[in-house]
């Protein structure tokens, strides 16, 4: 494995959200950091628009049924 673009990171969460990341790094067998990676990395894609030539227009290509 050749070197990886990480930074340091800290954050501030609630005690429920630590015990839920702490609970999804045991279920994954990763650290909490890794859970928090995955997490932000799947809602970015989540958020990226559809590709395409016209943004927008919908699965069905803005035709109504």
Do not use: F, H, Y
């Not at 650290?31 to 030539?53: H, I, N, Q």
């Amino acid at each position: 494995m050749g070197k990886k673009n990480l930074r340091p990171l800290r954050c501030l969460v609630t005690a429920q959200t630590a015990w839920n990341l702490e609970r999804l790094a045991s279920m994954a067998g990763i650290s909490t950091g890794r859970v928090v990676d995955k997490l932000v990395r799947e809602k970015m894609l989540a958020l990226r628009e559809p590709p395409g030539p016209w943004p927008g227009r919908g699965i069905n290509g803005g035709k109504r049924r």
